[in-house]
């Protein structure tokens, strides 16, 4: 066999070799997980409607300036959170001017309905704060575009 070393002995593969693809093969299985999740949730609908506000918000987009660039987010932080009624999410963009977070809160009456969006706004690395969009009332009847 082409890895034995010695004729006969019981180890076909030396350890090092082992230990080297065994690392290879983890840091490519857990990249490959950390691009799936963050693929899932940049095509889910929470993510999708606040891109939609911000890039509807002349305010906002003002004060990134173009070209709007959306980042990873950031897998770690405990603020991005989302289970099966609510979403909350710290999005990182960046413009030519500024960069800054997009907070999105967002909420669904259960597991087979659809995303409503219940507030997003933009904070700038400066600390200033954009509201992009806030639902209103009590029933979440009334929608405000801020």
Known sequence: MMWQKYPGSRQSIPLGIKVLFGGVFGAGGFALVYYLIQKFHS?????KLAMEQLQSHPEAQEALGPPLNIHYLKLTDRENFVDIADA????????????GLLYVHSSRGGPFQRWHLDEVFLELKDGQQIPVFKL???NGDEVKKE
Do not use: A, C, D, H
């Open 43 to 47: 095509r889910s609908l929470y993510y």
């Open 88 to 99: 909350k999410l710290k999005i990182p963009v960046s413009g030519s001017k500024s960069e």
């Open 136 to 138: 209103s009332g009590e």
